[in-house]
């Protein structure tokens, strides 16, 4: 029976050691412990979300970064068209201009040539001129060389006017 | 490593309770007496005066502890004077049974010791009893009994405890644990999340906290000391009703003085449901409040003490049939249960704290519609 039965000296005993230890354990235990852990937990969750920021931040600047160097790949693209168009066109009037150019010179050259030519067979005619005349000096001359060559002559255009 | 030394003290256990029970048994078998299982058990789960290491029960090795009476005055002296006072043989007046008694002397002189309790002698320098218990007045008795001791002892080993883990942290910082706070720290982190977070409202369970880890800490820590079966330990601390009682009454306390205008609410006047029912209902709560650590101080008390029943049981069985051979039997299931007990230690421990974080939490809710 004395088993369930309480006994005042333990009770008092133990009330007094338990708020005791009470006292101390929350005053010089509980209270360093949980503040260090509570303080290591802050630190723990704030670096974790410091991770996850500076994440989200690399994230941002790589995109960034791809974003400048998109860009620029373009932009050289862009200058280089740009430049591969000028020199096109820098090309293209060079030929054009060339090519009027050498239509002038050939025109200058046919105009020249034609000139020279014109002159030339001026020449040929005064030269063939000069030489049918000649040739017909000679042939009148040898015609003539005899009265009787003269006289048939002068018959036969004679006779070729009484035709006519 | 830490099974090791598990196994080890379970061992020692044996050892020693064989070397005691047995020569126990040898000293009975002089006086021609029979080893008696039950009074051997409620022997070792009772408080008393003194602490007993080793040798027979009567003439063995024992430190004698301070009793201290408050009888007129203030009385102080070793228990060795009731241990080693008078021997008295009373004949009960039925069945005629002998009841032993011992009168002390020196100091002790006056007063008489009957199953651990101290009482005045009467004018004719004796005890009278009825049946089996003696009528005489009884002192206030504010002795350091084996319990006592065991309180202070345990006590002293939590401070030491905590107290170097909390070196630690003061020391180094909010760093990683190391060494003991590595081994605590998530049984402390275990109560302040799993017993007070999740049972009390989040923005008031910081102020319970430390007394839940006191609670928490003191009954494992005794809980252990209780399964050693030498000093420090052996003694029923917490398998003791005194002890459970007050721990309960510290809970229920703690509830009556943290309970909210909606706790007395529902206690005096229930709401949504029918004024009839309220008046039905007041009686029941109020029941209820004392019902909630009492169902406390009995689970705490019954599965300390069954524990210890238990394994000092199966050990006596041996004894019982006065054979060694049956210690293949007694010893590996005094050791199963022995085991098990740990894991009990720890087990009521969480049960007492996670249950008085639920009714602390009940007393502090808010009402939610």
Known sequence: MDLILPDLGLLFWTGIVFCLLLFLLAKFAWKPILNAVNAREQKISEALELAVKTQAEMKALKAENDQILKEARAERDNILKEAKEAANTMIEDAKTKSKVESQKIVEAARLNINSEKAAAIAEIKTHVATLAVEIAEKVVRGELASDEKQKALAEKLAGDIQMN | ?369
């Open chain 2, 1 to 369: 490593m830490q099974q090791f030394s598990k196994l080890s003290f379970l061992m020692r256990k044996v050892a020693i309770l064989l070397a005691f029970v047995g020569v126990s048994g040898f000293s009975f078998a002089n006086e021609e007496k029979e080893f008696n299982v039950s009074e051997m058990i409620m022997h070792h789960i009772k408080d008393a005066h003194e602490w007993h290491l080793f040798g027979p029960e009567h003439g063995g090795t024992s430190i004698y502890l301070p009793i201290i009476l408050l009888d007129n005055g203030l009385k102080t002296f070793s228990s060795n004077h009731f241990y080693h006072g008078e021997a008295v043989e009373v004949k009960s007046n039925e069945q005629g049974t002998s009841l032993h008694y011992v009168k002390g002397v020196g100091p002790a002189a006056g007063y008489a010791m009957y199953h651990e309790e101290i009482y005045k002698l009467n004018a004719q320098g004796e005890l009278h009893f009825e049946g089996e218990h003696p009528h005489n007045s009884q002192p206030l008795d504010f002795s350091i009994t084996k319990n006592v001791m065991s309180l202070l002892m345990g006590a002293f080993l939590v401070l030491i405890v905590m107290f170097s883990v909390a070196k630690f942290y003061r020391k180094n910082g909010a760093v990683a644990p190391k060494g003991l706070a590595k081994f605590f720290e998530p049984i402390i982190v275990m109560v302040r999340d799993d017993i007070a977070k999740a049972n009390i409202d989040e923005h008031k369970y910081e102020k319970y906290v430390p007394y839940l880890l006191t609670i928490f800490f003191f009954i494992w820590f005794n809980n252990m000391l209780g399964l050693i079966p030498f000093l420090p330990g052996g003694a029923n601390l917490t398998g003791n009703i005194t002890v459970t009682l007050f721990l309960a009454v510290c809970t229920l306390i703690v509830t009556l003085f943290s309970g909210n205008k909606n706790y007395w609410g529902h206690i005096f006047w229930m709401p949504g449901v029918s004024v009839p029912m309220k008046f039905f209902m007041m009686p029941i709560e109020i029941i209820s409040i004392f019902t909630k650590p009492f169902a406390l101080m009995i689970r705490l008390f019954a599965n300390i003490t069954a524990g210890h029943i238990i394994v000092l049981a199966l050990i006596s069985i041996i004894f019982v049939n006065k054979n060694m051979a049956w210690a293949g039997l007694s010893v590996p299931m005094a050791l199963f249960i022995s085991i098990l007990e740990v894991l009990v230690a720890f087990l009521q421990g969480f049960l007492f704290a996670m249950l008085s974080a639920l009714f602390i939490g009940a007393a502090v809710e808010e009402a939610h519609h």
